[in-house]
């Protein structure tokens, strides 16, 4: 098993460009999530997931854009990119919301 | 709204001490109390959880300390080596809930 895994690992935007950040995992779990990282702030939710075709906000979620078409994938669609948003970002699978697995990250920066 | 707080944010110890980590919550509803662990440039990796019905939970040199009626539950890592230094973060949530909810997390070094 591959677990989960992002692309790409690092990304450099302009301000107002668009982009995709790539979420799959194998393990047949019905929960994904995404989180940003940021020094001193912690890890916080933006967007979750109970299972195809359901999304949720989390605490952070303006900018960014779910949709989960398959149980497999939970991409997450910056809009419209801003120095704010530059962070590293982790998605998470789970088959209970509990324990999560956590993919590599992707460093994102917005200059 | 800070619904897990963590403490404290960095921590010095040396080899073959104990380092403790403390976390507080507010939602009388969570009933699941992780804890990660992260090494620099890996995602987090969940270390060893538990839930409210239990006031202790060992696993090797980690332990987790749970007093639900002052909602504080710790870490300790007993015989704490170099190795151990990394990121940790604390995290609740209840099941009918959303995702994890972390702390900031705390980075611990182990000098030898």
């Known amino acids: 098993n591959a677990g989960v895994t992002q692309t790409p690992k690092f990304q450099v935007l302009k301000t107002g460009q668009s982009m995709t950040l790539q979420c799959a995992q194998d393990?047949?779990?019905?929960?994904m999530s995404w989180y940003r990282q940021d020094p001193g702030m912690g890890l916080r939710l933006i967007h979750y997931?109970?299972?195809?075709?359901?999304?949720d906000q989390g605490e952070v979620p303006n900018g960014y854009n779910v949709s989960r078409s398959t149980t497999e994938d939970f991409p997450l669609r910056l809009l419209s990119a801003a120095p704010s948003q530059t962070s590293v970002y982790f998605c998470?699978?789970?088959?209970?919301?509990?324990?999560?697995?956590f993919g590599p990250g992707t460093r994102l920066t917005v200059t | 709204q800070q619904q897990v707080k963590q403490s404290p944010q960095s921590l010095i110890v040396q080899k073959g001490g104990i380092s403790i980590i403390n976390c507080a919550y507010e939602?009388?509803?969570?009933?699941?109390f992780p804890w990660y662990q992260q090494f620099p440039g890996k995602g987090p990796a969940l270390l060893i959880a538990?839930?409210?019905?239990?006031s202790e939970k060992k696993e090797g040199r980690f332990t987790i300390s749970f007093n639900k009626s002052a909602k504080q539950f710790s870490l300790h890592i007993m015989d704490s080596q170099p190795g151990d230094s990394a990121t940790y973060f604390c995290?609740?949530?209840?099941?009918?809930?959303?995702?994890?909810?972390f702390g900031k997390g705390t980075t611990l070094s182990v000098s030898s």
């Open positions: 998470a699978s789970s088959y209970n919301l509990h324990e999560q697995y």
């Open positions: 393990m047949n779990h019905e929960y």
């Open positions: 997931s109970v299972g195809a075709g359901i999304t």
């Open positions: 939602n009388t509803a969570f009933d699941y």
């Open positions: 538990i839930r409210p019905d239990v």
């Open positions: 995290a609740a949530n209840y099941q009918a809930g959303t995702a994890l909810i």
